[in-house]
């Protein structure tokens, strides 16, 4: 029998950039009459499908809403490959926002999408009631920025699923250990086949345009604003990291438990950049957080 929060409805918002109109398409668990709504924004060259597990246990508790950010999966891309950043898509998150007219709202990002959470939460008279930053930080390791900007770019094809496949799982060996089936899940999530039949990453390539474009200077300039982003938040929130993480460090994670709105630290053993939020621990960890009426405090290891 099928469980009525194994269910998701499919459906689109209409955003703006300079470019004109465009549409985000997001996914919609729980009871759709729910104030309490739960907004999981996923990494740069993720998509929606990434939450489905979260989703599915938190939707006995939220309306859980999981968009595929401009550019990626099911939504529309941008004409100008410059106008994909933080600002434009804090701006979509809004328009969303407004669709689903939540009352109280709770917002999980990993990594990009924490960066997105993190500029909503600091703005005044932000919705966001709790907060949970999937190794992401103000401060954001150069050689680790470099190396996701390469990859993203390449225009990679692929004649079979099975090869797409096996590439992506090397370019996310970072995530940690999975089985084959949520490698298999992580793979196909992120793949999509072109009118030729080739298989390709779910994404517009000209992400990589405005990431390959930055420098030392602009990297500092950015990581000054994003910790005065970080000190303007005044909500609870719980700062999840992966031990290996390369472009999270241990010093940056740990200044923000003691800054801002001091996050509570929870570190997942032999995982890198970023927490994947499919096994039950993980898992466990953020519904435990979400649903917790107490104030963050202390710092744990998983």
């Known amino acids: 029998m099928t469980n009525k929060y194994d269910q998701v409805r499919i459906k689109s918002v209409q955003c703006i950039s300079p470019d004109g109109l465009h549409q985000m398409v997001y996914k919609d668990w729980g009871d759709i009459n729910n104030p309490n709504v739960v907004l999981c924004v996923h990494g740069v060259t993720r998509v929606s499908d ?6 599915r246990e938190l939707a006995p508790h939220f309306r859980v809403i999981c968009p595929d950010i401009v550019g990626r999966g099911r939504s529309d891309c941008l004409t100008t490959p410059q106008h994909y950043q933080i600002e434009q898509y804090v701006c979509d998150i809004v328009t969303l926002l407004a669709r689903v007219n939540a009352e109280k709202l709770f917002f999980v990002g990993t990594s990009m999408g924490g960066l997105i959470g993190s500029v909503l939460a600091s703005l005044p008279a932000s919705p966001i009631k709790k907060l949970v930053i999937n190794d992401i930080g103000p401060v954001l390791n150069a050689s680790a920025f470099e190396r996701i900007a390469q990859y993203i770019g390449q225009p990679t094809r692929f004649a079979t699923f099975d090869e797409a496949a096996q590439y ?21 999530d992120v793949l999509c086949q072109d009118k030729d039949g080739m298989w390709k990453r779910n994404y517009d390539m000209n992400l990589a345009v405005s990431m390959l474009a930055f420098n030392a200077d602009m990297l500092k300039a950015m990581q000054t604003m994003m910790w005065a982003t970080y ?11 992966g031990v290996e993480s390369d472009l999270l460090s241990a010093e940056t994670a740990q200044q923000m438990t003691q800054r801002g709105p001091k996050a509570k630290l929870v570190e997942f053993e032999q995982v890198g950049h970023a927490p994947t939020l499919v096994h039950d621990g993980q898992i466990a960890v953020v519904k435990e957080f979400l649903l917790s009426g107490d104030e963050p405090e202390s710092t744990s290891n998983f």
Do not use: Y
Request: proline share 3%; hydrophobic share 35%; glycine share 2%.
């Open 50 to 55: 990434d939450f489905d597990v979260l989703a």
């Open 168 to 188: 992506t799982r090397n370019i996310s060996a970072s995530f940690g250990e999975h089985t084959e089936e949520q490698w298999s899940k992580l793979s196909k």
């Open 231 to 241: 000190d303007a938040i005044s909500c609870p929130t719980l700062l999840l990291r």
